[in-house]
């Protein structure tokens, strides 16, 4: 159990830290809006006091702000990937104030070479004394990249703390094993034993795969497990219901490696046993349609019993639900009470890692 959580733990410095050094297109896409209209600001007061012409203060500024927002994603990327990640988190700080710094520095020097370039008239105490004027806009670019790394920071907590919110959700959805088919799997099995002692170690078998499948650390499989799964299943349902149970499967070879929230199709199946099966009829058939329509799949699931005489979900309809919105924005929705169908809707899913 220590080396479990030491790993869990691990798990969470890293994806932390990955975290804490990602900075979005969004936040990249602040931080050049920032830049550009904080430079355009400075320098237009500047220009507009000393008289001069505002429109070369205006482009000024803008290429200011451009090359040191330019600047701060060509270091930040670079030290980001290479430099912090090798370093103890002690450092981190000192290293981003420094590169802040090289940011504000060339990126003067930068848009000095290009307002000469393009001949945009430039404050002659700036051109005199660049040198210091770069240390300056140095510094400051050293305080506000500042203020923008605890925002990111922030930011970028917050979605983490959110992620691993969702994933305790879903470990806690994965692990509700309904207990009363562990029950009558058991029960089913030892009274097979003493009638059938061959079927019942075959049986046996599959309870141990369908209970090891359970406890994989995946919450995506794909279909074709899925389906074994779903048959493993009706396999150990059928010792109980003398081989009633029939199962009538389409589904496309081609989308048989598309994954989808494990046990899905057995909560469905499940829940049609449990709601619809008739002890009255020699065959309880479990109609399975699976098809990919417009980038979403589709999982049909009827059977011939009983109809369904309400449209509230219990406690494993819910369950499932919620996976499927969480890992895939997806739905389970009754579409056909008479024929007792649901169908699960998948979206595009995205895995999680997870300890």
């Known amino acids: 159990m220590a080396r479990s959580d030491d790993g869990c733990k691990k798990f969470r410095e890293i994806t932390m830290q990955e975290i804490e050094l990602n900075i979005s297109q969004k936040d990249w896409l602040i931080i050049l809006i920032i830049g550009i209209t904080f430079s355009l600001l400075m320098t237009s007061i500047v220009y507009f006091l000393l008289d001069y012409n505002l429109t070369d203060g205006l482009v000024f500024g803008a290429i200011l702000g451009v090359s040191i927002v330019f600047y701060s994603m060509v270091f930040i ?13 002690k450092y981190w700080f000192i290293l981003a104030a420094l590169f802040s710094f090289l940011s504000g520095f060339f ?3 930068t848009t000095y070479l290009l307002a000469k370039l393009f001949n945009i008239l430039m404050l002659v105490k700036f051109e005199n004394n660049l040198f210091l004027f770069a240390l300056m806009l140095g510094f400051l670019t050293n305080i506000i990249g500042s203020l923008l790394y605890q925002f990111v920071r922030m930011s970028n907590q917050k979605e983490y703390h959110q992620k691993m919110l969702i994933q305790s959700r879903l470990k806690s959805l994965e692990t ?5 088919f562990l029950f009558n799997a058991i029960n089913s099995l030892a009274e097979l034993i003493h009638h059938d002692s061959n079927k019942a170690d075959t049986a046996l078998t599959q309870l141990s795969k369908f209970l090891r499948a359970s406890m994989q650390e995946q919450t995506l499989l794909s279909i074709a497990d899925e389906i074994e799964n779903l048959k493993r299943y009706l ?21 048989q490696k598309i994954k989808i929230p494990k046990f899905s199709i057995q909560l469905l199946a499940e829940n049609a046993i449990k709601h619809s099966f008739r002890s009255d009829c020699d065959y309880f058939e479990i109609y399975l349609h699976i098809q990919k329509k417009q980038n979403k799949l589709y999982i049909t699931l009827s059977n011939s019993g009983k109809e369904v005489t309400s ?12 996976r499927l919105k969480l890992l895939c924005d997806g739905s389970v929705s009754l579409i056909d009470p008479k024929s007792s169908k649901y169908q699960i809707m998948i979206g595009r899913c995205d895995e999680n890692t997870t300890c």
């Open 77 to 89: 990327i670079y030290l980001n990937k290479n430099i912090l990640p090798k370093l103890s988190h």
């Open 107 to 109: 990126g003067t020097y």
């Open 176 to 180: 509700q094993l309904n207990p009363h």
């Open 235 to 255: 396999d150990l349902e059928n010792i109980r219901f003398q081989d009633k149970i029939v199962l009538k499967l389409s589904c496309d070879d081609a989308l």
């Open 311 to 322: 449209s509230n979900y219990g406690i494993g309809l819910n369950n499932l639900n919620e």
